[in-house]
C-alpha cells in the first residue's frame, strides 16, 4: 500500500447543486476504500462570474439563466430527484440570493490552514440549498468559518480585505485551460479527471487505477 495519499481535487462551486450531489457520491466512493491513504482539496470555480459581489436576486437570477420560474422548476425538478436518491433535501424555494462565490472560496481555501476545508465546504453548502442563507453576508460567512473551527476575528480580518482574491481567480482561470466547462470535476492524483457528479463507483474507480500505476511505478 502506497504511503503517500491519493490527492482528488474537487473543482466545485458551492452554488451549484451537482457539486453537493457530487459531495456525498464522493463520500461514499471513499468510504469503498477504507486504509487507503487519501487527501482530498477543494478547488474553486464559478458557474457565473458575472453575479455582482453583493449577489443577485434570486428571480432575477432565474431569469436570466432559465428563462424565468418555470424553466427553472423543470431543471430543477431534476436535481431535487438526484439529491434525493443521496439524502439531500435541496430547498430552492427557499434561496432569496444568488451569490457571488469568491468569498465563500477564500473561506474554503483559509479553512485548509485549519485542516477544516470539508467542514467549511458542508457548511457552506447547508446554508445556500438547506437554509437558504445568502452567502455574500459577511456575518453568515463568519459563522460559518467559527463553526469549521478558525479564528473568526483573524477570518473578518481577512474577508474585510482583499487577501486571495487574486488567487482564487486564478485558479478558477486555470481551471478553464485545463478544460474544465463545468462541475463538479475530481482529478484524481493529478492525473484522471472524472467530470460530472458520477456514480461513487466511477470516482473509485479512478482511485484504483491511481493505486494500480504507481503500484506498476514502484
Known sequence: MTTEPITIDVISDVMCPWCL????????ALASRPGTPIEVRWRPFQLDPTIPEDGMDRQEYLQNKFGGPDGAKEVYDRVRDAGAEEGIGFKFEDIKKSPNTVNAHRLIRWASSFDAQEKM???LFNLYFIEGADLTDH???LDAAEAAGMERDVVKQLLESDADKDSVREEIVMAGQMGVTGVPCFIVDQKYAVMGAQPADVIAGAIDKALEERGAEA
Open 21 to 28: 450531489i457530487g459531495k456525498r457520491r464522493l463520500e461514499q
Open 121 to 123: 465546504v458542508e457548511r
Open 139 to 141: 456575518t453568515i460567512l
